[in-house]
């Protein structure tokens, strides 16, 4: 049975899904992006957002304790140099989900799994630089109206005073 056991086991035992959660992880916290699985990308986000939590406050003790997890001193180094700084500000709610469709082979559902603060497209959105809105159809005339031709009156108005031509430039 199963009692009191929240998270999700992946189908695998507990050092391969260690392993497997540590690879991920790395490769998240390098490419600030990877696709995976729905199920693997939640259960990454509750193995990573505690690591970034804790390279906001730089000390020995955190990266040791992240370091006893990733085993990977660039991936260690990028995370409390550059990661920690960009989300100093962030309360938390450090990655995003974005589901994908499912995949062909055996129907599992695909999402990408991304570090907020590192799209470009959404931090564009976010700051008022947003694309040309596409234009619609429905309901809106977009040429207006042509206004009828005015016609003449009778009254003819005199005839305009033949323009003095600038003598010429020698």
Do not use: W
């Amino acid at each position: 049975m199963r009692h009191g056991k929240k998270f999700n086991h992946l189908g695998r035992t507990a050092p391969h899904r260690a392993a497997m959660l540590a690879n991920m992880a790395c490769s998240l916290f390098l490419h600030k992006r990877i696709t995976t699985t729905l199920a693997k990308a939640k259960a990454l986000r509750k193995y990573v957002e505690p690591m970034i939590t804790k390279s906001k406050v730089d000390t020995t003790t955190n990266r040791r304790t992240v370091f006893a997890d990733l085993q990977n001193k660039e991936v260690i180094t990028l995370l409390f140099r550059d990661i920690s700084q960009k989300v100093a500000d962030r309360p938390g709610g450090y990655t995003r989900i974005i589901k994908t469709g499912n995949r062909m082979g055996d129907n599992a559902e695909m999402c990408f799994i991304e570090l907020v603060d590192y799209n470009e497209l959404m931090l564009n959105e976010k700051s008022g630089k947003k694309a040309a809105k596409a234009t619609t159809r429905r309901g809106k005339t977009t040429k207006k109206k042509e206004e009828a031709p005015v016609a003449e009156s009778p009254v003819t108005e005199a005839p305009a005073a033949p323009e003095e031509e600038a003598p010429a430039a020698e």
